[in-house]
């Protein structure tokens, strides 16, 4: 049965563009004027997309002594519901467990989703086990990238010399190291001092990871991953300071990805300083939200390509969840929702401002992760071929986030409040309909896994130069006789 999505405007990466979609057994067939199928969706007046990809999700987290509340099922349902159609989340072993166990736990969960999905890996510590099993991940488990996180000391942090062993083994595999990019070490010495003082609120919680600790351990992973051949993503990239380091890395020929977050680029730091404990807690995340310089800085960044792609970090917790916290700020969950609200927001506060275009929407919602995460053309894309995963985006719809109308389990919203127009007429998950003017009409376990193969090309550019470049020993013809 062919569908044919009419009379709207094609807006990818690069092009913008009138034409009619067809689409049979879940892949785009056509693309061209005047085409019929057997159902019809009408675009008029909207522009035809490639579904939003979120790389940076973590549905049913096991973190800081709870879990994350929206799992597979809330969780993919909320970004279906705002227009993203695939989602990357965190597979996260225990320190000493196995990848391969942590892994099936990981696809157990993920049997409930409603959109398509993949895994990034997480190296929480290192060993010849480590070592090893990353090559099955990479080989026979289509996972391409590995997670580190440069912050939570005691308990997912990994130190240099880790990462530099297993970013060298990223290189030899042809996969990508991604970082959490915060000076650990620095933020416990801090948050201490900061709770020794009787500064136990949310607030603390922004004062003790100030934007020198990330823009340090952005630049320190940077050096690491030149120095053992490999590219190099930088998750939540919030400030100034670390946007700096990925662009000085790239106009020295590195390839450095950066990825701000939606709720970075649109809330601040004054939300930790609300008289209201809940309304601050909740906004609790890491890193934390940044002044108004950072903001632009991060906005620049997506303008002029130097960062690539704006994701959420959904990772949401009740505010039961986060009164684990009262007392110690150490101890709040950290973590915001934001898959619904990361395409209205971004489209509402980015293009209809004048800040990106259409095609530059595209292209950090969906075109570069999927090409960076190696999912290109099948994902990301409006070609003949591609999956038809597709928002039919209407820039007049508009609502008011609530947290009584969203999807996400949670009892509230960081967007409360906001108006936001440009909303799904249509969202598609492989030809499927699963929104429709805002009524979810998609099915649990209907999302099926993406597997992602390693990346020959870069790695192979990277490792011949860096053979080229190897030190060599230098084979003289006069060596004098040592000593005396
Ligand atoms: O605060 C955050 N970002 N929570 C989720 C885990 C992480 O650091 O990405
Ligand atoms: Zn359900
Ligand atoms: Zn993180
Ligand atoms: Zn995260």
């Not at 990871?209 to 930088?234: C, F, H, K, Q, W």
């Not at 550019?461 to 006069?478: Q, Y």
């Given at each position: 049965m062919a569908t044919v999505v009419k009379n709207g405007t094609i807006v990818t990466a690069d092009l913008t563009y009138k034409a009619d979609l067809k689409i049979?057994?879940?892949?785009?067939?056509?693309?061209?004027?005047?085409?019929?199928?057997?159902?019809?969706?009408?675009?008029?007046?909207?522009?035809v997309m490639p579904g939003g990809i979120d790389p940076h999700v973590h549905l049913e987290m096991p973190f800081m002594g709870t879990y994350s509340a929206d799992d597979f099922d809330s969780g993919t349902r909320a970004a279906l519901a705002g227009g993203t159609t695939m989602v990357v989340d965190f597979c996260l072993p225990d320190p000493g467990q196995s990848m391969l166990d942590a892994l099936k736990r990981?696809?157990?969960?993920?049997?409930?989703?409603?959109?398509?999905?993949?895994?990034?890996?997480?190296v929480t510590w290192w060993s010849e086990q480590v070592f090893n099993e990353m090559q099955t991940v990479v080989q026979e488990k289509g996972i391409n990238t590995f997670k580190h996180f440069m912050a939570y000391k005691g308990s997912l942090m990994v130190n240099d010399d880790e990462m530099f062993a297993s970013f060298s083994r990223c290189a030899e595999l042809g996969a990508l190291p991604l970082v959490h990019a915060e000076n650990g070490d620095v933020v416990a010495a801090m948050q201490q001092k900061l709770m020794d003082e009787g500064n136990n609120g949310p607030e603390a919680?922004?004062?003790?990871?100030?934007?020198?600790?990330?823009?340090?351990?952005?630049?320190?992973?940077?050096?690491?991953?030149?120095?053992?051949?490999?590219?190099?993503?930088?998750?939540?990239?919030?400030?100034?300071q670390a946007h700096e380091a990925i662009r000085r890395a790239r106009q020295n020929g590195m390839r450095v990805y950066g990825e701000p977050l939606i709720q970075h680029l649109t809330l601040d730091e004054s939300e930790y300083f609300d008289k209201d404990w809940d309304h601050s807690a909740r906004r609790v995340m890491s890193p934390p939200f940044r002044n108004k310089q950072h903001q632009d800085s991060l906005w620049a960044g997506l303008a002029s390509g130097s960062l690539q792609c704006v994701a959420t970090d959904h990772c949401a917790f009740t505010t039961d969840q986060k009164r684990y916290g009262v007392g110690d700020f150490r101890?709040?969950?950290?973590?915001?929702?934001?898959?619904?609200?990361?395409?209205?927001?971004?489209?509402?506060?980015?293009?209809?401002?004048?800040?990106?275009?259409m095609n530059e929407f595209v292209a950090v919602t969906s075109t570069n992760i999927a090409k960076i995460l190696n999912l290109y053309p099948r994902k990301g894309a409006i070609l003949v071929g591609a999956d038809a995963d597709l928002v039919v985006l209407d820039p007049k719809k508009s609502k008011t986030i609530s947290a009584k109308t969203q999807q996400s389990a949670i009892d509230y919203n960081v967007f409360e409040g906001k108006q936001v127009t440009g909303l799904p007429r249509y969202t598609l998950s492989r030809g499927v309909v699963v929104v429709e003017e805002g009524t979810i009409r998609s099915r649990e376990g209907h999302g099926q896994f993406v597997a992602r193969e390693p990346y020959p090309a870069v790695s192979k550019?990277?490792?011949?130069?860096?053979?080229?470049?190897?030190?060599?020993?230098?084979?003289?013809?006069?060596i004098p006789a040592s000593g005396v």
């Open positions: 049979d057994g879940g892949k785009i067939v056509e693309i061209g004027p005047d085409l019929a199928g057997d159902e019809t969706l009408d675009a008029t007046g909207c522009y990981w696809d157990n969960k993920a049997t409930r989703a409603h959109c398509d999905y993949s895994f990034h890996m997480a919680h922004a004062y003790s990871r100030p934007a020198s600790v990330e823009g340090e351990a952005t630049n320190r992973a940077i050096i690491i991953a030149d120095m053992a051949g490999v590219p190099l993503y930088v998750v939540h990239t919030s400030c100034e101890k709040i969950p950290n973590g915001t929702g934001g898959l619904e609200d990361r395409l209205p927001m971004l489209w509402t506060y980015g293009v209809a401002t004048g800040r990106i275009t550019a990277l490792s011949t130069w860096k053979d080229l470049t190897a030190p060599r020993k230098v084979e003289r013809t006069g």
